[in-house]
């Protein structure tokens, strides 16, 4: 039987509108790959004003500690909209993942992320 479970993203603090102010490097906590068959990721950026800018990559561990992106993985998605956005995600087998915001360009400081993700395992 598959079993698809769907969890909010959020920073350490538990805000769930991750701040990606300007141009800055925002990595999310990490999150458990174990045991997951398959993965998808739903996006949307929010703005006061202007166009969002932000890149969506993710980094993987083995140790939950030294995180980088597996050699030859795409990014996830350029967020350059206010839509939601919901994309394939396929990681590497290692058990630990987190996500890396990356303001690019002249992206508002008043920008955040929400970020869901959903995980298929089989039982």
């Known amino acids: 039987m598959n079993v698809v479970t769907v969890n909010p993203i959020g920073t350490a ?5 991750i701040p990606v102010a300007g141009a800055v490097v925002v990595d999310t906590p990490s999150f458990s790959l174990k045991y997951g068959d398959a993965f998808s990721v739903e996006l949307q ?14 980094q993987q561990s083995m140790d939950d500690t030294n995180f ?8 996830i998605a350029i967020l350059n909209d206010t839509n939601r956005h919901i ?19 002249n992206n508002p400081a008043s920008a955040t992320v929400t970020i869901n ?5 089989q039982l």
């Open 45 to 58: 950026a929010a703005i006061d004003s202007g166009t969002p800018n932000i890149k969506v990559e993710l």
């Open 68 to 75: 980088v992106e597996p050699d030859g993985m795409e990014d």
């Open 13 to 17: 603090a538990g805000v769930l509108a």
């Open 87 to 105: 994309k394939g995600v396929y990681p590497v087998t290692a058990p630990y993942g987190r996500l890396r915001l990356t303001g690019q360009g």
């Open 117 to 121: 993700m959903a995980k298929q395992e």
